[in-house]
């Protein structure tokens, strides 16, 4: 059974950080290009942060999180990671995990609010 677990969400305050993690289990983990997507109330889902599969590990950035966000995977726990620092309020939305190669696979998301 494929899974996408999310963790790491919550409230922080404006300039703070977070860290999620997004654990996978049911496919090849190693195989399959890993992204953060997100989706704030009201808006369409956006792609925020992409790793590719094996070894290199190339990422790209959506311009809005661009030196504040950093993608990062773990294949031999099976895991991708978003470390998010210096949060604004326009971060707050579902932050969804995905994972695309040769099916497509979405976690169930985990809410990130930044509030004062």
């Known amino acids: 059974q494929v899974q996408l677990v999310e963790s790491g969400g919550g409230l922080v305050q404006p300039g703070g950080s977070l860290r999620l993690s997004c654990a996978a289990s049911?496919?090849?983990?190693?195989?399959?290009?890993m992204r953060w997507y997100r989706q704030a109330s009201g808006k369409e889902r956006e792609l925020v942060a992409a790793i590719s599969s094996g070894v290199s590990g190339m990422t790209d950035y959506a311009y809005s999180v661009k030196g504040r966000f950093t993608i990062s995977r773990d294949n031999s726990k099976n895991t991708t990671y978003l470390q998010m620092n210096s949060l604004k309020p326009e971060d707050t939305a579902v932050y969804f995990c995905n994972a695309h190669g040769f099916n497509i696979y979405w976690g169930q998301g985990t809410q990130v609010t930044v509030s004062s």
């Open positions: 049911g496919f090849t983990f190693s195989h399959y290009g």
